[in-house]
């Protein structure tokens, strides 16, 4: 009978050790897991509060609607944490930009390069002007004329 129990005892313990060590790993798996949505959570387009959650300062910048997106992607492009605010009080609403007072620099660079580009859109001619004129000089040039003559037959 000692031998019985000395057997389960044994098996008792290596379970008991057994879930110790996976319920470690388990924990430390979901503290990496929550380690790296942090670090992912606080990064690119956020909402205001999770701007000013972060305890940096927070600057704005109004912009309009129709650049929204373009501002975007330079945001993106330069690695800004910021959130975009529609104000309604006013006829037309205004749109402001919050950003991370530490971003400032990166963020004046990417405003910078965005106001480039809306300068430089402006100076290219539109494709559909384009497109209208060649339709236009198309139909001008002398092409083939064909004639057909009908035979009448007597």
């Known amino acids: 009978m000692a031998v019985q129990e000395e057997i389960e005892q044994k098996s008792f313990n290596i ?3 057994t879930t110790k060590l996976s319920a470690r790993t388990v924990l430390r798996a979901v503290k990496a ?3 790296l949505y942090q670090s992912k959570a606080s ?3 956020q909402s205001v509060r999770t701007l000013l959650r972060q305890n940096r300062g927070v600057s704005s910048v109004e912009i309009s609607k129709t650049g929204i997106r373009g501002l975007e992607r330079y945001a993106k492009k ?3 944490d910021y959130a975009i ?3 309604t009080s006013e006829v037309p609403p205004r749109y402001l930009v919050f950003f991370k007072a ?3 620099e990166a963020f004046h660079s990417a ?3 965005y106001s480039a580009s809306l300068l430089n859109k402006d100076k290219r001619p539109s494709v559909l002007a384009q497109l209208h004129e060649l339709v236009q000089a198309a139909a001008e ?8 003559e009908q035979e009448r037959g007597l």
Not at 141 to 148: D, I, N, S, T
């Open 78 to 80: 330069y690695g800004i």
């Open 141 to 148: 040039l002398p092409g083939k004329v064909r004639h057909k």
């Open 85 to 87: 605010r529609k104000d």
């Open 43 to 45: 990064q690119g387009k």
């Open 111 to 113: 405003f910078k390069e």
């Open 15 to 17: 379970m008991i050790s």
């Open 33 to 35: 897991a929550f380690r």
């Open 102 to 104: 530490p971003d400032a």
